[in-house]
């Protein structure tokens, strides 16, 4: 008499699902009944299998036994499976992977909360901000030049240009500092 799919894979040790991908690929065969022979299932399995493993231990002291996976087998045996020549395991790449869709939601939940500004907006946005910095400083010498003179007592004109050129040798001065954005 033959194992249900699930019987057999407590037998074996491994999830129903792995069993019925075996089925599936051709891996073992199911009787005519749909149940599977334990003995004829190991042997195929471990002839079809790449790495084949070994069916879990039944005991007759407790059904617990044979209801457990099967321990997994130390690391040295079986080497993480690489990627590519460069040397990166799949544990590495999966690592990887995790750190940066983390690292991008930790950004989508700080640009929710606010606390995060488009960089293209901000640099927009400083660039209005000087450019009417700089046109206050070019209209202030004409603004005040005829005050200024009228309490100095001299020419408003010369005065004008004076401070007219003071203005716009500071402002070339201030346009030579090259603010880094990163």
Same mark, same amino acid.
Request: hydrophobic fraction near 40%.
């Given at each position: 008499?033959?194992?249900? !799919? ?6 074996r @040790?491994?999830? =129903?699902v $792995?069993v ?5 690929t051709?891996r !073992? ?6 149940? !599977? ?12 299998? #790449? ?23 130390p690391?040295?045996? =079986? ?6 020549? @460069? @040397?990166?395991?799949?544990l590495? #790449?999966?690592?990887v992977n995790?750190?940066?869709? $983390?690292?991008?939601?930790k950004?989508?939940l &700080? ?10 907006? &901000?640099i #927009?946005?400083?660039?209005r ?8 400083w070019?209209?202030?010498? #004409?603004r005040i030049? *005829?005050?200024? *003179? ?8 010369a ?6 050129? &003071?203005?716009?040798? =500071? ?12």
């Amino acid at each position: 008499m033959g194992l249900s !799919i699930r019987a057999y894979a407590r037998h074996r @040790g491994v999830s =129903h699902v $792995a069993v019925k991908k075996a089925i599936d690929t051709g891996r !073992i065969s199911q009787g005519t009944d749909g149940t !599977i022979d334990p003995a004829r299932a190991d042997q195929e399995w471990e002839q079809n299998t #790449a790495s084949p493993r070994k069916p879990a231990a039944t005991s007759k002291a407790g059904a617990s036994a044979t209801q457990r996976p099967a321990a997994r087998e130390p690391a040295s045996e =079986h080497p993480t499976p690489m990627l590519s020549t @460069g @040397g990166t395991s799949l544990l590495q #790449a999966r690592t990887v992977n995790e750190v940066v869709k $983390a690292q991008t939601n930790k950004v989508r939940l &700080a640009r929710l909360k606010g606390d995060l500004v488009d960089r293209s907006q &901000a640099i #927009a946005h400083v660039f209005r901000l000087a450019r009417s910095e700089r046109d206050a400083w070019l209209n202030w010498p #004409a603004r005040i030049s *005829a005050q200024m *003179a009228a309490k100095l007592e001299v020419d408003a004109h010369a005065l004008h240009v004076a401070l007219e050129a &003071a203005v716009r040798e =500071h402002l070339i001065e201030l346009g030579e500092l090259r603010p880094r954005v990163d």
